[in-house]
């Protein structure tokens, strides 16, 4: 997460992202032409302006959805491709007053990395830094993390960026009901030891144990900076564990333990700080594997939603995900396990 200079600008035509003073939640990078670029899930920019317009241009290395809201309420999607695209964000000529908007990114890194150059308004900008939440938390996991499917209707529907929506999953759904602004560190098919499908019980590379600590999904450097983090998580949820046993040949179990171990062990180390850690396991065979990773350690606590948490009709998504109204009940159950391990209300 980059520091946007706090300026409310009046100046006319487009303004680098970083000069703005927006607001950015998310691991991204400054470029040297100032713009703002990343490409994990999740991701998210508030731009507070007075005005009638709003746009921003933006490039993607790939193809991409972006969710977006204005004065806080949900508008729908816009798809980014190709370079240097403008696109509104707002057009409302008698609405010249103050309006907040957000953009975030609804597909997954692999799907391309988004760099947003400038923004523009007739008006002028306003200050975001105010608008941070009271509460932060940083998400690590898979396919649940990031809303694979979470638009689909069917669980025989095969997998389209079209459906996939991270805003839809528990993870957003369980930050919204406490207030916080939060971090999606996840990539579908990936495993603590071994990912998706391998051939070999433990992957040679692109586990989460080596994603985790990256500035972008799809590349080994630069590696994050959690000591230049703007925000300390109060919380952190790792949702991994389905994907190293979800087929054969499965991990040895030590190995996985061992891993799982270091992994929470590590990002508490990066942070320099004992932050409660809340593991969800969505499989049978690797809860036993998950508690015995995590026995002994303070303000860790692990919950099962691997049994009969939804159906498997309506509440199924593309290829047998949880589709929207499933990550619901899964955030029920998530947000009552996240009361108890940090005591918020």
């Not at 809303?147 to 805003?167: A, R």
Request: aromatic share 10%; glycine share 8%; charged share 25%.
């Amino acid at each position: 997460m980059f520091a946007a200079s706090i300026c409310c600008c009046g100046k006319q035509g487009p303004v680098p992202a970083t000069e703005a003073p927006v607001r950015v939640t998310g691991r991204t990078m400054a470029t040297d032409d100032g713009g703002i670029t990343f490409d994990w899930s999740g991701v998210y920019i508030d731009i507070r302006f007075k005005g009638t317009t709003l746009y921003m241009d933006v490039s993607d290395t790939g193809r991409n959805y972006f969710n977006l809201f204005v004065d806080g309420e949900y508008v729908g999607k816009f798809e980014t491709q190709g370079e240097h695209r403008r696109i509104a964000l707002f057009e409302e000529k008698d609405a010249g007053g103050e309006h907040l908007v957000r953009i975030q990114k609804a597909t997954e890194g692999e799907q391309g990395r988004i760099t947003v150059h400038t923004f523009e308004t007739d008006g002028r900008f306003l200050p975001t830094k105010h608008l941070a939440r009271p509460r932060y938390i940083e998400f690590y996991g898979d396919s649940l993390t990031c809303g694979y499917g979470s638009e689909s209707l069917s669980g025989s529907d095969p997998f389209t960026i079209e459906t996939e929506n991270c805003m839809y999953s528990f993870t957003a759904l369980s930050a919204d009901h406490f207030d916080a602004d939060y971090n999606m560190v996840a990539h579908s098919g990936r495993g603590v030891v071994r990912n998706y499908g391998d051939a070999r019980p433990i992957s040679d590379s692109g586990t989460m144990s080596q994603r985790a600590w990256r500035t972008f999904d799809e590349s080994d450097e630069p590696l994050w900076d959690f000591a230049a983090s703007q925000r300390r998580p109060d919380l952190i949820v790792v949702t991994l564990g389905t994907n190293d046993f979800s087929t054969s040949p499965q991990p040895p179990a030590d190995a996985f333990v061992e891993a799982y171990r270091k992994l929470v062990t590590n990002i508490r180390t990066a942070y320099n700080e004992e932050i409660p850690v809340l593991c969800v396991v969505h499989s049978k065979y690797a809860v036993d594997h998950v508690t015995a990773a995590v026995k002994g350690l303070a303000r860790t606590a692990v919950v099962d939603i691997s049994g009969d948490v939804y159906n498997n009709t309506t509440d199924l998504g593309a290829s047998s995900h949880p589709n929207r109204f499933g990550h619901r009940k899964i955030a029920r159950i998530v947000i009552e396990r996240m009361a108890e391990l940090t005591g918020w209300k």
